[in-house]
C-alpha cells in the first residue's frame, strides 16, 4: 500500500542510508530530512537527496512533530542510544542491525519499544524475497518433514584488500564482533524464520585474515568506507567465522561466514534437509528455488501467478522480470510502516527479532572463546 502521509527522516548518510530513502519514496512516503555527522554534512546531504527540511542533528529532528518515523542508519554504537531517544520523542523506529552491539542494550531497546508502545523494525530484508515466503509456506504445509541438517553461507569480498578502511573494523564503533554480526546474523535471522527452528547452542571459531588495515574514518557516521590515513591499526574483529549450531530438538545447523572472499559480492545460501524434502536459496540468485525429495529435484521460478499467498503477494513483477534486494527493502518498509498504522502484517523483523540476534552474537563470541559448545542465553 501507498504511505503518502508518512514523514521519515535518515539517520546516517552512507549507502545503506540511500537504500532507505529509495524505499521511503518506493513507497510513497516522505523523506523529510537527512541527518549525517556535523551540520555542514547534513545540509549537504539534504540537497543532495532533495529533502525539504534541513536538520542541524538528530535533537532538532525529534523535536519536529511533524516526523512519524526515524531511520537509523548510523554506526552500530549508536544504534541503541539514538533508536531509545526517537522512541521516548514518540517516533517510530527502523533501526539497521545490530540494533545495540551488547546484549543489555538490545534488552534495554526492545524494553523502551515495549514502555511507548511505538514500533521498531529491523531490516532482516531477505525475509522479503518471494521465494523465502514459498519455502517457508511449503514447510508450514509440512512438505519437508522433520529436518535432519540446516546449513549455508554468507559470503562477501569487500574487505579482501588489506587496505580497505571502514568504522565497522573499529570495536567500539562496530562491536566485538564484525562479520558475524553484520553478516551472519542475517542468515541465522532467515534460516530460523523460514525453517522455524531455533537454535539452543552453538560452537565457534572466528578468525582474523588481515592483522592490520588502515585507520579508517573518523567521523562518528558518514561514508561507508574508505582509508583516511596511511596509519595502520591492529585489527580485533573477525574477517571470517565458522559456527557450529544445534537446535534444542539437536537438529544440528553449519555456518560459514566471510567478507574475504574474492567474487563473493552477498552470497547468502542455505539449504534446508528435511525427511522427506529439501529446499536451497542462493541470495544472488533468487528468482528461483531448487527443491529436492526422495524422486529426484525441480526448480520452481518466482511467479505471481503460482504459489503460496505470500509469494504472491511480494511477487509484483512478472515471472522472468528480475526482482531483488531493492524490492525486498520497499516491501519491508512498506510492512512496516503498515504495522506503524496498527495493520497487520506477516513476517515484519521487529525489537524482539533485534534481540534474538544480539542473544546469537554474544554467544558466538562466548563460545569462540571458550572453544566449547555454549548456551544461548
Not at 48 to 55: G, K
Not at 238 to 257: I, K
Not at 270 to 295: I, K, R, T, Y
Not at 349 to 372: K, N
Request: glycine letters at 10%.
Amino acid at each position: 500500500m501507498a504511505h503518502p502521509r508518512t514523514q521519515a527522516v535518515i539517520i546516517g548518510a552512507g549507502m545503506i542510508g540511500s537504500v532507505h530513502a529509495a524505499a521511503i519514496r518506493g513507497v510513497g512516503a516522505t523523506v523529510r530530512g537527512v541527518v549525517g555527522s556535523t551540520p555542514s554534512r547534513s545540509d549537504v546531504l539534504a540537497k543532495e537527496w532533495d529533502v525539504p527540511v534541513r536538520y542541524p542533528d538528530l535533537a532538532a529532528v525529534l523535536a519536529d512533530d511533524a516526523v512519524d518515523v526515524v531511520h537509523v542508519c548510523t554506526p552500530n554504537a549508536l544504534h541503541a542510544d539514538q533508536a531509545v531517544a526517537a522512541l521516548r520523542a514518540g517516533k517510530h523506529v527502523i533501526c539497521e542491525k545490530p540494533i545495540a552491539t551488547s546484549l543489555a542494550d538490545a534488552q534495554r531497546l526492545a524494553s523502551v519499544t515495549a514502555e511507548t508502545g511505538r514500533t521498531l523494525a529491523v531490516p532482516y530484508v531477505y525475509r522479503y524475497h518471494p521465494l523465502v515466503r514459498e519455502i517457508r509456506a511449503r514447510r508450514l504445509n509440512g512438505d519437508f518433514g522433520a529436518w535432519q541438517l540446516l546449513h549455508g553461507s554468507y559470503l562477501q569480498d569487500w574487505m579482501l584488500d588489506a587496505g580497505t578502511a571502514n568504522w565497522r573494523v573499529d570495536a567500539t564503533l562496530g562491536g566485538q564482533s564484525r562479520a558475524f554480526a553484520d553478516i551472519g546474523s542475517h542468515w541465522c535471522d532467515l534460516v530460523e524464520w523460514v525453517a522455524g527452528v531455533r537454535f539452543h547452542e552453538v560452537t565457534a571459531r572466528r578468525g582474523i585474515t588481515k592483522p592490520e588495515r588502515p585507520a579508517g574514518s573518523g567521523a562518528t557516521f558518514g561514508p561507508a568506507s574508505g582509508p583516511a590515513s596511511d596509519q595502520l591499526r591492529p585489527v580485533t574483529t573477525e574477517d571470517v567465522a565458522t559456527v557450529l549450531l544445534r537446535t534444542a530438538e539437536g537438529v544440528l545447523g553449519s555456518l560459514t561466514v566471510s567478507q574475504v572472499s574474492a567474487g563473493r559480492k552477498n552470497r547468502l545460501w542455505f539449504e534446508l534437509d528435511g525427511a522427506a524434502g529439501s529446499a536451497v536459496f542462493d541470495q544472488e540468485n533468487p528468482e528461483s528455488v531448487w527443491l529436492g525429495d526422495v524422486e529426484g529435484a525441480r526448480i520452481v521460478i518466482r511467479d505471481p501467478s503460482q504459489g503460496s499467498a505470500e509469494q504472491r503477494r511480494l511477487a509484483t513483477l512478472p515471472a522472468g522480470h528480475a526482482q531483488g534486494y531493492g524490492d525486498c527493502f520497499r516491501a519491508f518498509v512498506d510492512d512496516a510502516y503498515s504495522a506503524m498504522a496498527g495493520l497487520p502484517v506477516v513476517g515484519l523483523p521487529t525489537a524482539a527479532d533485534g534481540v534474538r540476534s544480539a542473544r546469537l552474537v554474544d554467544a558466538v563470541l562466548r563460545a569462540d572463546e571458550s572453544l566449547t559448545w555454549t548456551v544461548v542465553k
